[in-house]
Every structure is written in C-alpha cells, then in structure tokens.
C-alpha cells in the first residue's frame, strides 16, 4: 500500500524562524491534507491540497503531485504553532487517508 | 456552524466492560471514520462507512464494531474492552468525492 514518510521528525526553533516540513507519498495522489495537532490534542485542518500551492496567513503548502510530495512553510513562527503536523493522504481509489507520522515542532519563545 | 462531535471526551473503563464512543456530524456527508493514535504508530484506521447501513472493516478493526443507522452518526463500541484499547479516538467524516476530511476533538479512553 502507499507510503507517506515524513519529514524532519522534530524541530527545535526560536520564535521568528521560518521553516520547511517534507511530505513524501510513494504513489501517486489525488488529495493530500496537512493537519496540525495543538498540545490538547486536537486536530486542525490547515489545507486540502491535491496540488499547487495555497497560503493562509504565515502558512503556506505545495503538493506536486508528479513528484510526490508536498511542503509546508511556516514563516515567522510563534509558540502557538507548537505541536504535531501530520500529512495524510487516500489509499488509491478509497477515502480511507492514511497518515504520516508526523513532524513534532517546538517553538521557543 | 456544522462540525463532528465526539463524546465523552474522557472515559476510564474496566478491563471486559462493553463501551460505546458517540460521532455525531452536522455536514451530511456521507463517509465516516473512526481512527486511533497511540505513541509509535500515528493514526490507524479502525472502521468506515461510505453511508446508511454500510460499515467496513480498517487495518486494526477486531474487538471493534460500528453500526450506521443514519447520516450523522457513527458509534463506535468496544465489544469488550482490553488494556491494549487504551488510546485516543478520532472521528472524521467527509462527503462523497476526494474531498477534505474533519476531525472531531477525540476521545481518551483508558481501560483498566
């Protein structure tokens, strides 16, 4: 079945850095989400992106899709944006998502 | 708004106790799907529904059930809970076609 693989699997910054999160999928994809797990627990929806790139505020992601993978950049990080970030996408031809195993950020204040 | 509630939010149980987790949506969407998180190995997908009256089994289904009387909900119930359930529960449902999946807030349970 397919793979999603991500990276780094933690990262210290200082609030006000920039950083990349990797996604790798080793099939091909017709949908991809980015979710941010807070300290409580929750789940947040940050993009439904099956390719291209879209921003929302200091976030933004791109997926290519040909190439298998997706990024997410966040810019100017606060202590806020602490917590994990899982991308998932569909087994192929399915709804069921499959996650990666996420990418645990600490931002320091 | 819509959204997808999950209750309890908490729960501790006794080893061989039958439990129900409660999903309950407001989209109308047609999938629903619980999965569990525990250290080590993500999210992992327990059952699904594609809609009313169709349940299908995930990767790490047995000692689970569902049942899907209606559109807005999905129960989920521990048959007779094991400490190796102890986890975190999450709903999510989405509608038909690739669309974007919501999560509920989740559901700690601990077995005892």
């Known amino acids: 079945g397919i793979q999603v693989e991500q990276s780094p699997p933690d990262l210290i910054l200082q609030e006000g850095a920039n950083s990349t999160l990797r996604c790798n999928f080793s099939?091909?994809?017709?949908?991809l989400q980015w979710f941010h797990q807070n300290p409580w627990g929750q789940l947040i929806n940050l993009f439904y992106?099956?390719?291209g790139t879209k921003q929302n505020g200091r976030l933004s992601a791109t997926t290519v899709a040909t190439e298998r993978y997706s990024l997410l950049y966040i810019s100017s990080s606060q202590t806020t944006d602490s917590g994990v970030y899982f991308c998932a996408v569909p087994r192929t031809g399915t709804y069921k998502y499959i996650f990666g195993t996420g990418t645990r950020l600490k931002v320091l204040a | 708004d819509a959204e997808i509630t999950q209750s309890p939010r908490h729960k501790i149980t006794e080893t061989g106790r039958q439990v129900t987790l409660a999903c309950h949506q407001t989209?109308?969407?047609?999938?629903m799907f619980w999965y569990r998180q525990d250290l080590g190995h993500g999210l992992r997908l327990i059952h699904y529904s594609y809609g009313v009256q169709d349940t299908n089994k995930g990767e790490v289904s047995d000692g689970y059930s569902v049942s899907r009387s209606n559109t807005e909900d999905l129960p989920l119930t521990l048959e007779s809970a094991a400490s190796s359930q102890t986890s975190v529960y999450f709903c999510a449902s989405s509608d038909r076609g690739n669309t974007e999946a919501f999560f509920g807030q989740g559901t700690r349970l601990t077995v005892v």
């Open positions: 992106i099956p390719s």
């Open positions: 099939d091909s994809v017709n949908n």
């Open positions: 989209w109308n969407h047609n999938n």
